[in-house]
């Protein structure tokens, strides 16, 4: 094959990995205009769903949103799980994102293991990055729906992935080109990691590994890489990025991890 694969993440990187591996991403459900749309945070094993713990909601103190023409639209948490949300009214057919955000966290690691804590608080930490976290669903309400005007335009997240066209165009095999923007510029020289809903079946409820990537490369000088999807099914692309943080008394790294989620192939529920 000529596309790279990459299979696993290195291992010397996620025992750096605050949070266990943990990231975020969004999924939404199947919906026709004029029905309310419902999302779900994921911060877990992906792609399963899971309660968001209590001493880490506060991280996602800001609500999941909308980004329609119209502007941005604060989703209200409803559902018999915490991590559920739905639009305050009824979605008309067309092509929007729903966004999800973790709020800047300090972790750091001593041999006892991870705390929300930075290093003035854990003086004998032996890594601490602050952590920051995005996620991103492109959502095609309506059969028909594939337009571009929308999801193409950069939401302003800290890490960004940008769709240049709508996934429903791309068929399997086709290359589905992105851009990876970091403070709203290009992010060079960025390792995409792409997989899909069902490429990894193992258990990792305690390895809290990474799961395994069905697709990797590498963005150029622009920032753009294309995706090459070769299943039809639920998506979700990753990027992450780390930097010194600005006062190293305080902390090590400053680490940004972003994903962008989309369906391949049209599915009916």
Avoid at 92 to 120: C, H, I, R
Avoid at 144 to 161: F, M
Avoid at 229 to 258: I, M, N
């Amino acid at each position: 094959m000529k596309n790279k694969t990459a299979l696993s993440v290195l291992g010397a990187l996620l025992f750096y990995t605050s949070a266990q591996a943990h990231r975020v991403w969004v999924e939404t459900a199947h919906t026709h205009g004029g029905e309310i749309l419902k999302a779900e945070l994921g911060y877990g094993e992906f792609p399963d769903m899971e309660p968001i713990a209590k001493d880490r909601l506060h991280i996602f103190s800001k609500p999941m949103q909308l980004i329609t023409g119209k502007g941005k639209e604060d989703l209200v948490q409803k559902g018999q799980h915490n991590y559920q949300y739905q639009s305050k009214k009824p979605v008309k057919d067309g092509s929007y994102l729903v966004t999800a955000e973790y709020q800047p966290t300090f972790w750091s690691k001593n041999k006892a293991g991870w705390k929300q804590a930075d290093m003035k608080k854990m003086p004998d930490a032996e890594y601490c990055e602050q952590t920051r976290m995005y996620g991103k669903n492109i959502v095609n309400v309506g059969h028909e729906s594939a337009d571009t005007s929308i999801i193409t335009r950069p939401v302003g997240q800290g890490l960004e992935i940008v769709p240049l066209d709508n996934p429903a165009n791309v068929h399997v095999g086709d290359k589905f080109k992105v851009k990876v923007l970091f403070n709203g510029e290009p992010l060079p020289k960025a390792t995409l990691t792409a997989t899909f809903d069902g490429f990894d079946t193992s258990d990792r409820s305690k390895t809290h590994k990474v799961e395994a990537q069905a697709f990797s490369d590498v963005t150029g000088d622009d920032g753009t890489v294309s995706i090459i999807p070769l299943r039809q099914g639920f998506w979700k692309a990753s990027v992450e990025h780390k930097a010194d943080y600005p006062d190293q008394k305080v902390c090590q790294k400053l680490a940004s991890y972003t994903t962008m989620t989309f369906q391949i192939g049209h599915t009916h529920h």
